[in-house]
């Protein structure tokens, strides 16, 4: 299959497209009003909780939120005007209700993320601008595939990795300090799509005997399974174990769905079981891991008191919280990124929980929406990964905190302080934005019936 | 690919509905378990981030309030008296815990009992807060006159009203500040509490209920009313002979009288001269152990003690003296341990006792036999000062019987009247009391000085019991206890029923 031909210059919209994009524009500026009501209200809301006075900088707040939000806005009207329209608000609402318990937290990170965030929308609006056919991407398949790799060694590189807390995922170039890995997925996600649209009638179809197993040909793995060992092994050296997972899950999602042979997704599980085990046996750090799930009462003062701060927060918090800024989660380590899930629990309760939750289910409905309404597959299976990757990074660090899983540190997408996390989903929500717009525009029949 | 797409939709919310399914359980099912673990200091942050009630005594002063700090913890527990009432208040730190009223009565003082949150909801329209004032039993001016009569000696007082089981005083010296370990600076508490806990005195134990000492000679009391109780001794019978020491059976170590003097008599007279030798002949010979260990176990000893005051200490009498060795014509059968039990009837051995304790066994024979659940808590009232919940009296223990009571609180009478607890007289008072010197087995010798009493109308039940010790004293002798222990118990005593002295 080779990739269609491009034309510089876009043609005209049809009519019926232009009608829907005017509808989604309209409904996504109600959402986005929406949502600044909300995030608004929790400000102010937790302001009165704290000191028992509205925030002085409500307005200013107000009008930066309103000129990042109506930038993102304007910036769907012209360039991306037929996409969804719930993708940028349940973001803006997610990155809003982040920052509101940022900045409850601790008012100078919060000065960082009001930054991140303004970076975080030129980011997308930048790509939305750089990616005008996102099909395009698909020739890029093997450069975004390096570009993930490089971005995943570049941590370990001498001079500039820094390893933060254990973990060596980070880059420092003067004074600033990112996660390649959060891009590195974004590449990652790019090149799984790319390569696995080009093989996928040759990896669906079982050719070669191994005993009693048919299977593809090895000689069609071969790149995937580099990639994946590659950063697997990476991961497991920076001890980013959130991270290894989520690229596991994205390579066998991606594989399963490409090929529709369920068997990928068993033998995924295999090897992930084989993985977990080996990985459990040779690492100390794992070990803990896993004796922190299952008891963290075994040290309460130590490895356990995190989670065991969690739970608390959480169970303090019971069904409608204590209120926004009358916790008292400051205790908790990290609570401002990998934690702010359990701050939330406490201060808005099962409702505020359930809320954040339903947020991401929407987003995960959403991308999964825009992959099945493409025919085309390079961009359906793109946004597959995509929303993958928003989705599972969120289940698993909500089930990490809540120790429905074992904990392993990754931000909260949008919610969770940190400037890489932020500036990567935004890039990712605005290719997410760009397929489905891509999607309206070359069949807006369909689109109008769903 | 749409189906796969379809399946991965269904995975995301099958994952999703799992998180969901435990965010219920931790905030909503499990969420009180969660709570309550010991190690959650939620409750108590939030606790010294809201007003608590004061802590009153029952002359109207405060004990323990809360003050506003503009700090990170709101409110700091200040204790206006500083050591005087902290054996009864306790201590409330948010790194250090709790102890006394500040731990029994936590949930009234920070408005969280049902009968607070009521009377809260009642005050519909005004935003008072529900927390409650503990009321004490305690009288500070008493407390007073405890602290400054037994002044640097080393020891304990209590007085309690016998009719109700309140404690009127409790005072152990030396104390802690509980200032210093309430400071809301957590390094200034732990030093503090570090500094208390080198010293070999133990200032944090409130020694008044949590500490147990040999009682002497006041145990004879208990022996004293096994003795009636058994039937075997009466007011005539049976007479001990005048000796100066006794050597009960299976032992060549006599047991003797303070300095040197040879007593004995019937149980009136060798009550009030203290004769060692006649209780332990009682003990040894007219009951044996069963009556013994029977009025131990009815004054409340081997028993955990109704007190509304965190943990306090079960006073010990023994219960095993071994097999029958030999049953003797006239007397009560010889034990592998009658040379113990002889002991024991004089306080030594292995019976001990608290302060509490013995004031207890004091307020039993001055109340009829009935021994009232001791208590130091009044009232609990509403901020706006309306009584929530009063403490209501119940017994706890019957020492012994409105007959052998009688008895008894004729037999200590007698002892103030015509005895070695002299000092106690108080014209215009039914006073009986009993002194006591605890050996304590050193060289040289070192004793515990002990006074308990009681004081009331006569025919009527006593208003006040006391029970004083001063501890380690050098020397042992007769006197040791009317002379060192007696002028406090005095003291209070007259403080308590309003004698000017």
Request: aromatic residues 8%; neutral net charge; proline residues 7%.
């Amino acid at each position: 299959m080779t990739a269609p031909a491009v034309t510089r210059r876009r043609p005209e919209p049809s009519p019926a497209v232009v009608a829907l994009g005017t509808r989604r524009r309209t409904t996504e500026l109600g959402l986005l009003v929406l949502a600044v009501l909300i995030i608004l209200g929790a400000y102010a809301l937790a302001s009165l909780g704290r000191n028992a006075s509205l925030p002085a900088d409500i307005w200013p707040f107000l009008a930066v939120l309103l000129a990042l939000l109506v930038g993102a806005h304007l910036a769907n009207r012209r360039l991306a005007r037929a996409a969804d329209s719930l993708l940028l608000p349940i973001a803006a609402l997610l990155n809003g209700i982040g920052y509101v318990f940022i900045a409850r937290l601790d008012q100078d990170l919060a000065a960082l993320q009001a930054s991140w965030t303004a970076v975080g929308i030129v980011a997308y609006v930048v790509t939305l601008l750089a990616v005008r056919d996102v099909r395009l991407l698909q020739r890029y398949r093997y450069t975004a595939g390096l570009i993930g790799v490089l971005l995943l060694i570049l941590p370990l590189l001498p001079g500039i990795g820094r390893s933060i807390n254990g973990a060596r995922i980070w880059v420092s170039v003067g004074p600033v300090s990112f996660q390649p890995g959060e891009f590195a997925k974004i590449a990652f996600a790019v090149f799984f799509a790319g390569y696995l649209v080009e093989r996928r009638e040759l990896l669906s179809v079982a050719t070669f005997r191994v005993g009693p197993f048919n299977t593809p040909d090895p000689k069609h793995f071969a790149p995937i399974l580099l990639a994946w060992g590659a950063s697997l092994v990476v991961l497991i050296f920076q001890r980013d174990l959130g991270s290894a997972l989520l690229f596991f899950l994205l390579f066998v999602v991606m594989l399963w769905v490409a090929t529709g042979r369920v068997s990928y997704l068993l033998v995924g599980m295999g090897l992930f079981l084989v993985g977990a085990f080996v990985s459990w046996l040779s690492f100390e750090h794992v070990q803990k891991r896993v004796s922190v799930w299952i008891d963290p009462w075994a040290d309460p003062q130590g490895s356990g008191y995190q989670i065991i701060q969690a739970a608390y927060a959480l169970a303090w918090g019971g069904t409608s919280g204590v209120g926004p800024g009358l916790g008292i989660a400051e205790r908790i380590p990290y609570d401002e990124t990998d934690f702010i899930f359990a701050i939330i629990g406490e201060e808005l309760g099962l409702l505020g929980t359930t809320a954040i939750l339903c947020a991401f289910l929407l987003l995960a409905g959403t991308g999964l929406r825009v992959a099945r309404e493409s025919r085309d597959p390079f961009p359906s299976l793109l946004a597959v990964g995509l929303t993958v990757l928003i989705a599972f990074q969120a289940f698993i660090i909500m089930g990490g905190v809540t120790r429905l899983l074992p904990l392993t540190g990754v931000t909260l997408p949008f919610v969770s302080y940190g400037g890489s996390s932020l500036v990567a989903n935004y890039v990712l929500l605005a290719l997410l934005v760009r397929i489905s717009d891509q999607t309206a525009r070359r069949a807006p029949e369909r689109a109008v019936a769903m | 690919m749409n189906r796969q797409i379809k399946a991965l939709g269904v995975i995301v919310i099958i994952c999703y509905v799992a998180v969901f399914a435990k965010l219920n359980q931790v905030q909503v099912l499990q969420a009180q378990a969660y709570s309550d673990r010991p190690d959650n200091t939620r409750q108590l942050q939030r606790d010294f981030n809201q007003p608590r009630g004061d802590i009153l005594t029952a002359d109207g002063k405060t004990a323990a309030t809360s003050e506003e700090r503009r700090a990170a913890l709101r409110y700091q527990r200040v204790y206006p008296d500083g050591e005087l009432l902290s054996a009864v208040t306790g201590y409330y730190s948010f790194t250090l815990g709790s102890d006394g009223v500040e731990r029994t009565y936590n949930e009234e003082l920070a408005g969280r009992t049902p009968s607070l949150k009521l009377h809260r909801l009642s005050g519909f329209f005004s935003d008072t807060s529900s927390e409650g004032d503990v009321v004490l039993t305690v009288r500070k001016d008493l407390q007073e006159t405890a602290r400054d009569a037994l002044g640097d000696r080393r020891g304990s007082v209590v007085a309690l009203d016998p009719r109700t089981g309140a404690v009127l005083a409790m005072w152990s010296n030396p104390t802690f500040d509980p200032n210093l370990l309430s400071n809301n600076d957590a390094e200034a508490a732990a030093g503090a509490k570090a500094l208390y806990e080198a010293a070999p005195t133990k200032p944090l134990l409130p020694k008044a209920y949590r500490e147990r000492y040999f009682p002497g000679s006041t145990f004879k009391v208990v022996t004293a009313t096994a003795g009636l109780t058994s039937g075997k001794v009466t007011v005539d019978s049976p007479t001990y002979p005048v000796v100066t020491s006794y050597t009960p059976p299976l032992t060549s170590k006599p047991i003797s009288n303070f300095d040197g003097n040879a007593c004995g008599g019937t149980l009136l007279p060798i009550l009030a001269r203290s004769c060692n030798s006649s209780f332990a002949q009682m003990a040894a010979e007219t009951t044996g152990p069963d009556p013994m260990i029977d009025a131990a176990e009815a004054a409340g000893f081997n028993q955990p003690v109704e007190l509304d005051l965190p943990r306090p200490a079960r006073s010990v009498y023994p219960t095993d003296f071994g097999a029958v060795v030999s049953r003797p014509e006239g007397s009560a059968p010889v034990y592998e341990d009658t040379p113990k039990l002889a002991q024991t009837a004089i306080g030594q051995n292995d019976v001990r006792a608290t302060p509490l304790q013995m004031a207890m066994v004091a307020a039993g024979a001055g109340n009829t036999g009935q021994i009232m659940a001791p208590h130091v808590m009044a009232e609990i009232r509403a901020r706006n000062g309306d009584v929530v919940e009063k403490f209501a009296p119940f017994p706890w223990k019957e020492s012994m019987t409105p007959e052998v009571a009688a008895t008894m609180r004729e037999a200590m009478v007698g002892v103030v009247t015509g005895g070695t607890a002299a000092v106690m007289a108080t014209p215009g008072w039914e006073v009986g009391a009993k002194t006591g010197t605890a050996q304590l087995g050193t060289k040289p010798p070192r004793s515990h000085g002990w006074m308990i009493a009681f004081a009331g109308q006569p025919g009527q039940p006593a208003q006040v019991a006391v029970a004083v010790i001063v501890e380690d004293l050098p020397g042992v002798s007769a006197a040791t206890g009317g002379s060192t222990a007696g002028p406090v118990a005095k003291a209070v005593l007259d403080k308590a029923l309003g004698v000017s002295g």
